[in-house]
């Protein structure tokens, strides 16, 4: 699909995001359509000599940093900042992810952005917040899976505190932040005017808690870990098979009494611990055996198919290898194909798509080299080779 009929075509981007969680918004907007600058230090005067994310050309940061041009500016000088603020002047979004203090001592930060933008809409995203007692606090996923409740219910019974293993906090901050930023540039239309959007880790991780939270806040009641059980729904969760595991979902009457007779347990829900919901919940592991007991017998792919065939919710449990062999997720096409200087893989697809604005079926542009776009960008403001090279010479860009 041609670059401008994507749903962000025209839309121009800063980007001054780090790490995870910002980059994450940011590539929302790029995969579709934004016409994205990364602002990073020039490399004489960069201090990051060993991103925690690792190399540049490691699978993380071409997965984070694609359909993305790169310049380099150095902020802390003040022909740097002037030239970041003639980019502020085209642009419509700018998204940053520093310590909330950071961006003002900068003197990038929305008052000052807006200034000479009022359009713009400017994006931040913190690990507390943007001001409150913790505001100018660092701000590390897993520190915010602990305090956001996620640690607490993740985990088997009695384990003690467990992390869930994908940054699920910069994630879900950054998508939360993407949306907002949609949300805004949609309120500029009728209003004509910019505003800051914020969100952070603690925010997002406490919202993606939902109704286990809900839970605290209606009836008091404090989750506690359930392992591979669904904290309310039973049985549902990780049961043994001849070769592995999988996954069963039959709660609720229909989908109990359907599984029951379809495994040769007509039994089980005439059983007085099992006959209602209660007596389920509160027999769980009682029941679970039971069930075990028969899922052992077969294979894995048995119990899928036949669970398919009566409508009972069951899946394999998948490596990230099998996961990319399926083949649904290969007809979604989720390994999404990037040709570029790192070389030629697939990185993850954006998860989203639409009847008529639909992404290409390859990454548009690879994430970029250091500085890969300065040269262009600024000639497009009017610099002269000299002026460029001049720059360059003295550590600007």
């Known amino acids: 699909m041609a670059v401008n009929e994507l749903p962000f075509a025209g839309i121009k981007v800063l980007d001054l995001t780090h790490a995870r969680a910002g980059p994450t918004s940011v590539r929302l907007l790029s995969d579709w359509g934004a016409d994205t600058i990364k602002i990073e230090q020039p490399e004489a005067t960069s201090t990051d000599k060993g991103s925690i994310l690792g190399a540049r050309t490691g699978f993380d940061l071409q997965n984070l940093h694609r359909n993305k041009k790169s310049l380099t500016v ?3 000088t003040e022909e740097g900042k002037e030239l970041f603020f003639e980019l502020v002047k085209k642009s419509d979004v700018i998204v940053e992810n520093f310590r909330s203090q950071t961006k003002i001592r900068l003197g990038v930060d929305y008052e000052s952005c807006a200034k000479v933008n009022p359009r713009i809409v400017y994006g931040s995203l913190s690990g507390f917040g943007q001001d409150g007692p913790y505001d100018n606090r660092p ?3 897993q520190i915010l899976q602990g305090m956001g409740g996620l640690m607490s219910v993740t985990g088997l019974p009695g384990q003690g505190p467990v992390r ?3 940054p699920i906090c910069d994630l879900t901050s950054g998508m939360f932040l993407g949306f907002g930023l949609a949300a805004a540039l949609f309120e500029r239309e009728s209003s004509g005017k910019g505003q800051w959007v914020q969100t952070s880790l603690l925010q997002a991780i406490v919202a993606m808690m939902d109704f286990q939270a809900a839970r605290y806040l209606k009836d ?5 870990q359930a392992g591979n059980d669904h904290p309310t729904g039973v049985p549902t969760g990780v049961f043994p098979t001849s070769d592995g595991h999988i996954n069963i979902a039959a709660a609720g009457e229909v989908l109990f009494l359907r599984f029951c007779n379809s495994v040769g347990l007509e039994w089980l829900p005439k059983d007085p611990r099992f006959n209602t919901y209660e007596g389920r919940s509160a027999n769980r592991k009682e029941l679970n055996d039971e069930i075990g007991k028969v899922t052992s017998t077969n294979t894995s792919k048995h119990w899928v198919d036949m669970m398919q065939e009566v409508g009972v919710p069951c899946g394999p449990i ?5 996961v990319f062999n399926d083949p649904q997720v290969q007809h979604l096409g989720m390994a999404w194909p990037m040709k570029g200087s790192a070389g030629d893989f697939p990185v993850v697809r954006t998860p989203i798509v639409m009847s008529r604005t639909n992404v290409d079926d390859e990454v548009r542009l690879p994430t970029p080299t250091l500085g890969q776009h300065t040269d262009d960008i600024l000639a497009g403001l009017g610099y002269d080779n000299e002026k460029i090279a001049d720059l360059k010479k ?3 860009v």
């Open 139 to 141: 701000g590390v996923d």
């Open 318 to 322: 998948y490596d990230m290898g099998d």
């Open 220 to 224: 008091g009641e404090i989750p506690k």
């Open 74 to 76: 150095n902020l802390k």
């Open 164 to 166: 869930v293993g994908i």
């Open 394 to 396: 003295r550590n600007i």
